[in-house]
T-cell receptor, first 111, second 117 residues
Framework: NAGVTQTPKFQVLKTGQSMTLQCAQD?????MSWYRQDPGMGLRLIHY???????DQGEVPNGYNVSRSTTEDFPLRLLSAAPSQTSVYFC??????????FGQGTRLTVV | AQKVTQAQTEISVVEKEDVTLDCVYETRDTTYYLFWYKQPPSGELVFLIR??????QNEISGRYSWNFQKSTSSFNFTITASQVVDSAVYFC??????????????FGTGTQLKVEL
């Protein structure tokens, strides 16, 4: 199984551009989430979803949108990129109270 | 609100030394789960252990061991006879039960472990 797949692995954006980070899982997990990792701050929750059609905000949701039309996919949209969104982004999925499986991460630079 | 504190930002040890990584948490939930993840220099997040709030038994897996003490809200991680391959950032995380299921995780800021020859 592929587990959790994120694309792209690297991306450079100009301020004001928009883009979508893709996340797909093949484990039939109901719960999916997006985190950002910044130096010295650990991982912080952006948005999460407990199932298709249901999403909610995490700790740092501003500037990001999500949707969950299928169990498998949970894309993260940056509407108008800002330098403050330069970070490493991780998508994760889990089922029940079991451990979360993480994607390989997307390193995003906004210039 | 949930909170996880990893006070040790960086630890350096010489190979074969034992090292303990500290994790202190805060939660109002009576049922919760704690996790440890490893992030090697390659960047991926590797699951190490899950512990629920009702199980205070210590866990040992090879050179790794975990000490969960509810009385002090701590979940510390010890590596015995450290090796260079243990060099990584280690994260402690606390789960929050949410409607609909799933683990909404709160992470600590991580501890960078450097093991030198």
């Amino acid at each position: 199984n592929a587990g959790v797949t994120q694309t792209p692995k690297f991306q450079v954006l100009k301020t004001g551009q928009s883009m979508t980070l893709q996340c797909a899982q093949d484990m039939n997990h109901e719960y999916m989430s997006w985190y950002r990792q910044d130096p010295g701050m650990g991982l912080r929750l952006i948005h999460y979803s407990v199932g298709a059609g249901i999403t909610d905000q995490g700790e740092v949701p501003n500037g990001y949108n999500v949707s969950r039309s299928t169990t498998e996919d949970f894309p993260l949209r940056l509407l108008s990129a800002a330098p403050s969104q330069t970070s490493v982004y991780f998508c994760a999925s889990s089922q029940g109270r079991n451990e979360a499986f993480f994607g390989q991460g997307t390193r995003l630079t906004v210039v | 609100a949930q909170k996880v504190t990893q006070a040790q930002t960086e630890i350096s040890v010489v190979e074969k030394e034992d090292v303990t990584l500290d994790c202190v948490y805060e939660t109002r939930d009576t049922t919760y789960y704690l996790f440890w993840y490893k992030q090697p220099p390659s960047g991926e997040l590797v699951f190490l252990i899950r512990r629920n709030s009702f199980d205070e038994q210590n866990e040992i897996s090879g050179r790794y061991s975990w000490n969960f003490q509810k009385s002090t809200s701590s979940f510390n991680f010890t590596i015995t006879a450290s090796q260079v391959v243990d060099s990584a950032v280690y994260f402690c995380a606390l789960s929050e039960m949410i409607t609909g299921g799933g683990n909404k995780l709160t992470f600590g800021t991580g501890t960078q472990l450097k093991v030198e020859l």
